[in-house]
């Protein structure tokens, strides 16, 4: 198991990558646009749908990663009062509960981009890019985002992660991010 989280977390870090890439791919089809259609004073056909594709595979591709750095939108309010206990059952309910839902997830994905494909479905635009291209970001993504969380899970239940990420003894009064050897605070003008 211990190889399969590694490899998942360099698939998840590869994912995180690609997404950076995709993100500035579309930016400087953005900036190809303005030019075309400023400067040059002409149509654009393709760069509207590259970089509406491009964004949407950097969000699918780069939730692996984002799981992986715990990069989330995440309130520790509940988990700070409960006890060693509550905090594990917490996580681990909260965990099992996105895998179930990003185990869905994959398996619709799946089917839509299979028949997207099967059925050689091409965007109504001008650029009438074959739709199995972009829409396969989303059971990709997914699908590393799962393995993603089975490896979540693994780390939790083996104790090799805290739940949450948070400090065994970290408690609704401790203080958040506190460096270990940092000096007090003191107000202004106060003596050292």
């Known amino acids: 198991m211990e190889v399969f989280v590694r490899a998942i977390t360099l698939v998840s870090r590869l994912c995180g990558v690609a997404a950076a890439?995709?993100?500035?791919?579309?930016?400087?089809?953005?900036c190809h646009m303005v030019f075309v259609r400023a400067v040059l004073n002409d149509n654009t056909i393709w760069q509207t749908d590259f970089t509406t594709y491009s964004l949407i595979a950097a969000t699918f591709i780069g939730s692996p990663y984002l799981l992986l750095n715990r990069g989330h939108v995440n309130v520790d309010v509940l988990p700070l009062y409960l006890g060693r206990r509550g905090r594990f059952g917490l996580a681990l309910a909260a965990t099992l509960m996105s895998l179930g839902f990003c185990v869905t997830m994959t398996i619709l994905a799946c089917q839509f981009w299979h028949e997207a494909w099967a059925n050689a479905w091409v965007s109504d635009t001008m650029w009438r890019v074959r739709l199995w291209i972009p829409y396969a970001a989303m059971p990709v993504g997914l699908g590393v985002l799962t393995l993603q969380y089975v490896a979540s899970l693994y780390n939790l239940v083996t104790g090799r992660e805290p739940p949450f990420g948070l400090d065994p003894k970290?408690?609704?009064?401790a203080a958040p991010n506190a460096a270990p050897n940092a000096a007090p605070e003191r107000a202004p003008g106060e003596a050292a």
């Open 21 to 30: 890439l995709l993100i500035a791919a579309a930016v400087v089809v953005v």
């Open 170 to 173: 970290a408690g609704p009064h």
